[in-house]
């Protein structure tokens, strides 16, 4: 415990610096692209936006983070002959680096409950409340005159009123199996717990009637129109019931190029549903397995650190060196890997996990193989 403790008071500093350094980065790098937009902004709003990008930040610049904390720590205490009087004193190298690798857990672990409950609020209200800041509305609007998928349902409308957030001339579409359910409203506003319409007509067709013969038009097109009901009056509404925010919608539908905001839990149910496209299987598929990858990472990037330390990182800038190459190296293999794996030219689990397995294998055979793990 000892041991632990003058390992942690070593570390711990080099690791926040990393976290604030790493995630000011990565809040920067997605800021800067939209500065022309950001005028006559409220700070206090303005510091608000940028706070709510940080859980992103922090999952992404953890592992490098960890990285560069172990690369500076063992690098130091090899350089100073400390590892050596520690193996001298019966301490094996694997029992030094048990600290960092019960800290690599709880980092992992961490990040991967902020990707599933907090990133999907998070993200979400990154979206939304950017478009609040630069153009006077929800960002609804940027969501007209598209596709939109609603839960079980199609959304489409042709235009928003920016003051209200109404809805105008409105189409929602569900499917099941071979019959098709369409809505047509004039207006429509979302509510807590769906999307209201107002002056509605809903009609089911069930299709598979068109393959019965039948000589009576009349007969056919009864079997064809299974329901059709029409709003007796402008008073009258229909709730349809969604799960999910209007917040939720605008970051992952508006066009802003906001982080997605679906969890690990949602991203599962999608990647197995039957009902949906190869694609979007796929593009669900793709956001599962690295936001599995991600955190994962902690573990994976300390795995190479603690030998590359040990026989390389004797001084503070070659540390700093080894931290970049290894970071690009991960970075460069989750991305490309990640653009193979949506293209379907790789098995998703392949690209995603490329970087993971390459890196981490790497290090087990520098640890097995280079260093004196007794």
Sequence with gaps: ???????????????????????????????IPRIQWIRGVPLGDLLYWLALQFPAALVQTLPIALLLAALLTFGRLAAANELLAMQAGGIALRRTAAGFVLLGVLAAAGALLVNNYVLPRTNALVGSLWWQL?????????????????????????????????LFNVRVESWSERTLTVVHAARAVFEQGGLRLFDYDL???????????????????????RVRTVARGPG??????????????????????????RSLREAYQQMTDAG??????????????????????????LIIAVPLAVLHARSR???????????????????????????????????????????????LYLLLMRTNLR
Excluded at 137 to 157: D, K, T, V
Excluded at 248 to 261: K, N, Q, V, W, Y
Aim: aromatic letters at 10%; hydrophobic letters at 50%.
């Design 134 to 166: 630069t153009s006077d509305g929800s960002g609804l609007f940027r969501l007209a005159q598209q596709n939109i998928p609603l839960g079980p349902f199609n959304l489409y409308f042709e235009r928003t009123d920016r003051l209200t957030d109404e």
């Design 203 to 225: 009609t089911v067709l069930d299709l598979a009637s068109l393959e019965q013969p039948t000589a009576d038009p009349a007969e056919a097109l009864q079997q064809l129109v």
């Design 276 to 301: 949906l496209s190869a694609q979007q299987r796929r593009d669900a598929a793709v956001l599962f397995h690295r936001l599995l990858a991600e955190p994962l990472a902690n573990l994976t990037l």
């Design 236 to 261: 009258q509404s229909l709730l349809i019931t969604t799960s999910g925010s209007v917040d939720e919608l605008i970051a992952r539908f508006s066009g802003g190029g906001f982080l997605d905001t």
């Design 317 to 363: 800038s070659v540390a700093f060196g080894l931290s970049l190459v290894v970071t690009l190296a991960w970075y460069l293999l989750l991305t490309i890997g990640q653009l193979l794996a949506q293209g379907g030219w790789v098995p998703v689990w392949v690209g995603l996990w490329a970087g993971n397995l390459v890196l981490g294998g790497y290090g």
């Design 1 to 31: 415990m000892i041991l632990d403790r003058y390992l942690l008071r070593e570390s711990l500093p080099t690791l926040l610096f990393g976290v604030v350094l790493y995630s000011s980065l990565v809040i920067l790098s997605a800021t």
